[in-house]
């Protein structure tokens, strides 16, 4: 396949555009720059909404990545609104692009977040289950909505509902890796939330799958079959290092340090959910169970 894709150069895009070109696929990246002599690149700025929509013609798909970190800074007014602009507004200005194209793309596969729940306790959540409540649902709600000009241009949409990815190289683990490799690590809040989580070593290949499956179209939840709670994950993490973890991190604290509203909605509510789509149609996890999934990229890194 021609695959276009934006977000091609953050810890998941790098992985996946790997993975992409390994199985022999074309890559395309959409970029911010006007791409270099001979380079397979497409302009956009999604803040200047502008996009080279001509330059996407004739793609077999498209996978649309791009979007700023939610946990990379406080929650400002200024930082929300950046958040949501970069999802939303991105989204639309791409889906209105493609739906305007002669000759679009079979497949359009979209990140969203299972933030689309929002604080659900211990229900078990599959992607049938309702929207949650709070600024992430809010913002998932209306990121996963800016695609409906390319569905009902007739383009297959496959939303992605990607849950905490795990790796050594970025994200919340690489954040949290030194004070559990120096013994200091623990529970968060009660511990009792629970967290949809999948390795990075498996995303790429959930988004090919994703990309092949012509079967699978609307929201898909990418996310591990066996989802924990954080005194489950504190343990394994512990125990994959060998170092105790005897630190528990009261919610009060979490809420001082990043504000109520980021602590409660990243770090304290509870998520339990589960990737029915995906294996029922028939995708195979690598690594479905949290502790050998930590070990392996633990011991890739040099961690254990």
């Excluded at 793309?105 to 689309?116: E, F, I, K, N, Q």
């Excluded at 709070?134 to 009902?152: D, K, M, N, S």
């Excluded at 511990?191 to 699978?216: E, K, N």
Aim: aromatic share 4%.
């Amino acid at each position: 396949m021609r695959v276009a894709i934006t977000g091609s150069t953050g810890l998941v895009g790098s992985a996946v555009v790997t993975v992409l070109s390994a199985a022999g696929h074309e890559v395309v990246r959409l970029v911010r720059r006007a791409p270099g002599p001979g380079e397979k690149a497409v302009r956009w700025d999604p803040a200047r909404r502008e996009i080279d929509a001509a330059g996407l013609e004739g793609h077999d798909a498209v996978l649309h990545l791009a979007g700023e970190n939610v946990g990379s800074g406080r929650w400002t007014a200024a930082r929300k609104a950046a958040i949501r602009d970069s999802r939303v507004n991105g989204t639309r200005l791409l889906c209105d692009a493609l739906a305007g194209l002669a000759r679009p793309p079979r497949t359009l596969v979209c990140a969203s977040a299972v933030g689309y729940y929002g604080d659900r306790g211990e229900e078990t959540l599959t992607e049938e289950s309702p929207p949650g409540t709070g600024y992430l649902a809010e913002v998932c709600r209306e990121w996963e909505a800016a695609a409906t000009p390319a569905a009902r241009k007739g383009i297959r949409v496959v939303t992605l509902r990607i849950g905490m990815v795990l790796s050594p190289k970025g994200g919340a683990l690489a954040r949290i890796l030194p004070p559990f490799r120096a013994g200091l690590g623990g529970v968060i809040g009660g511990g009792r939330q629970y967290v949809g989580w999948v390795a990075l070593d498996d995303l790429p290949h959930i988004v090919l799958h994703a990309l092949q499956c012509g079967d699978l179209s609307g929201p898909v939840n990418a996310v591990a079959p066996r989802p924990v709670t954080n005194r489950e994950f504190t343990g394994a993490l512990g125990k994959a290092l060998s170092r105790p973890t005897p630190l528990p991190v009261p919610a009060f604290a979490l809420r001082l340090a990043v504000g109520r509203e980021m602590a409660d909605a990243l770090l304290l509510a509870s998520a339990r959910v589960v990737p029915r789509r995906l294996e029922k149609t028939g995708y195979r996890f690598r690594f479905p169970e949290l502790g050998a999934a930590l070990r392996h990229m633990l011991a890739g890194a040099g961690m254990t």
